[in-house]
């Protein structure tokens, strides 16, 4: 395991729904992310946090609202979304923002939106 | 603006053989350059990194990568393929020149490994 937990695994919703995802990370990390991956795109970056602070938003829809308590943890609110927004929301974390620190993903949370 | 590159959708190698996954980048800076792999439905795990200093990089599982500065190109080698290799490969950049307050790590499509038993 990565040391970035995710919760759901799972998920669907309708358009009108509100949910979250959750992800927790035990490795002492300063920054967190969450990115979509959807079939056959790259990697597409939503979020960016820093000591708890958000330092990118890549022009997501309003209809992601990104919220970081602390340091250990990061939620992604969902409200009003689309089928397109259907995907795999992953969440990682590393040591810091400089260049050279890798990622570490979470597992991920499959979201369906019919 | 920073792009990666991965030429193969799939590679397929037999069990045993050597395996390369191709990797071509293109910074204005120095190059960070990163592979990860994904297993079905998992996150991705980080295997190696270049920064700076020695051209090759070994990393986890027994893979290693080539950094080559005149052919920008990092690809991601194994001497000995194992079937439990299969999975789907992202090779990342993020550019040295980019400047305070750019974070982006830009990946490529991804290129799915087969190793045939």
């Known amino acids: 395991e990565t040391g970035v937990t995710q919760t759901p695994r799972h998920l669907v919703m309708g358009m009108t729904n509100k949910k979250s995802l959750k992800c927790e990370q035990h490795?002492?990390?300063?920054?967190m992310y969450w990115y979509k991956q959807s079939a056959k795109k790259p990697l597409e970056l939503m979020f960016v946090?820093?000591?708890?602070?958000?330092?990118e938003n890549n022009s997501v829809p309003s209809r992601f609202s990104p919220e970081c308590p602390n340091s250990s943890h990061l939620f992604l609110h969902l409200h009003t979304l689309q089928p397109e927004d259907s995907a795999l929301y992953l969440c990682?974390?590393?040591?810091?923002?400089?260049?050279?620190?890798?990622?570490?993903f979470g597992p991920g949370t499959r979201l369906t939106v019919t | 603006a920073q792009s990666v590159a991965q030429p193969e959708d799939q590679v397929n190698v037999a069990e045993g053989n050597p395996l390369t996954v191709k990797c071509t980048y293109s910074?204005?800076?120095?190059?960070?350059l990163f592979w990860y792999v994904q297993y079905p439905n998992r996150g991705l795990q980080f295997l190696l990194k270049?920064?700076?200093?020695?051209?090759l990089v070994k990393g986890s599982y027994g893979f290693e990568a080539e950094f080559n500065k005149s052919q920008t190109s990092f690809h991601l080698k194994k001497p000995s393929a194992l079937v439990s290799d299969s999975a789907l490969y992202f090779c990342?950049?993020?550019?040295?020149?980019?400047?305070?307050?750019?974070?982006?790590?830009?990946f490529g499509k991804g290129t799915k490994l087969s190793v045939i038993p």
């Open positions: 990342a950049v993020r550019d040295g020149n980019s400047g305070a307050g750019s974070y982006q790590l830009t």
């Open positions: 270049y920064i700076t200093g020695d051209n």
């Open positions: 490795l002492g990390h300063n920054a």
């Open positions: 946090y820093s000591l708890e602070e958000r330092v």
């Open positions: 910074v204005s800076g120095n190059p960070y």
């Open positions: 990682a974390s590393s040591q810091g923002m400089s260049l050279q620190y890798e990622q570490y």
